[in-house]
Structures are given as structure tokens and as C-alpha cells.
T-cell receptor, first 114, second 116 residues
Framework: EAGVTQFPSHSVIEKGQTVTLRCDPI?????LYWYRRVMGKEIKFLLH????????ESGMPNNRFLAERTGGTYSTLKVQPAELEDSGVYFC????????????FGEGSRLTVL | AQSVAQPEDQVNVAEGNPLTVKCTYS??????LFWYVQYPNRGLQFLLK????DNLVKGSYGFEAEFNKSQTSFHLKKPSALVSDSALYFC??????????????WGLGTSLAVNP
């Protein structure tokens, strides 16, 4: 079974540019989550999809962040325009069970905004 | 508000010795508790969880954790550490009756170094 895959693994952009991160969850996992870890700080929840619907997007920092999951398969997270404070590692995770199941994480996409 | 504390940034232990990585939490209701591990250049990997039942939970790679409700702790343990256990360990909590709120609240992580 293929795991959660994220692309790109590392992106370096300048302030004001746009970046789109992609996550392919494990097949059959309806639940997809985005988390972010800024250097030296805790991992923070961004949002949760159930299939193509946003179940909880309370962690999205501001309207420069847009997440989509068309068709309930892969998801994209777009940052436009990027700011310095957006730098960090963006993790995607998926799960079959939304209540008690463990999350399966991708390797993360490291974003560096210069 | 929910929170997780991992009081040690780094834990050093000699190979073969027992290890403990500490975690305390705060939730308003009953907790779901998790430990994840991140090996270098890898994604986070599930180790174990406490939902209900026996306070001692056994997980992957010989790790276990003990839920202590009175001390609001969920410390990770292993009787005999291996060099390959060296990694970053994260504790996380979710409130039991969280309704539609499925998000995990994470600790800052503890870097475990096992010395040969």
C-alpha cells in the first residue's frame, strides 16, 4: 500500500510569490489533514477534509492560504502571496477513521520564503 | 484550552538503558492521547495511542506508554533503548467528546539521542 506522498519536498520562493503544495493520501482514506510546523514551534493544525468537504478549517492562518480537495482524492494547499512567516514544514496526513484512528503522515513539504 | 507539554527538549540515554520521554496534557474532557516519532528526513509515524481501557498501552518497536489520569501524564517508555531509536518524539492529544473537532494538539517534541 502506498503511503501519503507530498510534493514538492522543498520549495524556496521569494516573498510575494505563490506556491502550491500537493498531497496524495492513502487510497481509501476519506480524511485528509494539513498541519504545519514552524521552526522551533509545535505542530499546528491547519484544516481537515472529509472527502472533498472542509470539515474544519479553523487553523488556516489567513486568506492567503487556500486548500482544495477536488473529487476527494489529492489535495492542494496554495499560499498566495507568500510571506516570510509562512516558512516551515507543511505536513499532510490521512486516516480512514475520523474518530480514533491514527494519522498516516507524508514526509512533509519544507517551504522557505526569502 | 487543550495543551500538551513535553518538558524536555532533549533526552540522552545509553544503549541498553531504559528510556522515558515525558508528556503532560490538559483537556477539559477525557483525552485521546498519541505518540508519534519522526526519524530524520521522514514523516511522522504513529507509535501508540490511548483511547480507553488499560492504562498501559503497548505500541510499535517495543515502546509503551502509561496513562495517568491524576497526573495528566502520558509518558513514553522503553525498557532497553537502541541507537536506532534516536529520533524526534511528539506527544499529541485530542478531546474525547470533541464533536466535529478532529484536530490534534501537539507538544513541541523531544529529541531522543541513544548513545552506543
Amino acid at each position: 500500500e502506498a503511503g501519503v506522498t507530498q510534493f514538492p519536498s522543498h520549495s524556496v520562493i521569494e516573498k510575494g510569490q505563490t506556491v502550491t503544495l500537493r498531497c496524495d493520501p492513502i487510497s481509501g482514506h476519506d480524511n485528509l489533514y494539513w498541519y504545519r510546523r514552524v521552526m522551533g514551534k509545535e505542530i499546528k493544525f491547519l484544516l481537515h477534509f472529509v472527502k472533498e468537504s472542509k470539515q474544519d478549517e479553523s487553523g488556516m492562518p489567513n486568506n492567503r492560504f487556500l486548500a482544495e480537495r477536488t473529487g476527494g482524492t489529492y489535495s492542494t494547499l496554495k499560499v498566495q502571496p507568500a510571506e516570510l512567516e509562512d516558512s516551515g514544514v507543511y505536513f499532510c496526513a490521512s486516516s480512514r477513521d475520523r474518530y480514533t484512528g491514527e494519522l498516516f503522515f507524508g514526509e512533509g513539504s519544507r517551504l522557505t520564503v526569502l | 484550552a487543550q495543551s500538551v507539554a513535553q518538558p524536555e527538549d532533549q533526552v540522552n540515554v545509553a544503549e541498553g538503558n531504559p528510556l522515558t520521554v515525558k508528556c503532560t496534557y490538559s483537556v477539559s474532557g477525557n483525552p485521546y492521547l498519541f505518540w508519534y516519532v519522526q526519524y530524520p528526513n521522514r514523516g511522522l509515524q504513529f507509535l501508540l495511542k490511548y483511547i480507553t481501557g488499560d492504562n498501559l498501552v503497548k505500541g510499535s518497536y517495543g515502546f509503551e506508554a502509561e496513562f495517568n489520569k491524576s497526573q495528566t501524564s502520558f509518558h513514553l517508555k522503553k525498557p532497553s533503548a537502541l541507537v536506532s531509536d534516536s529520533a524526534l518524539y511528539f506527544c499529541a492529544v485530542r478531546e474525547f467528546n470533541a464533536g466535529n473537532n478532529r484536530k490534534l494538539i501537539w507538544g513541541l517534541g523531544t529529541s531522543l539521542a541513544v548513545n552506543p
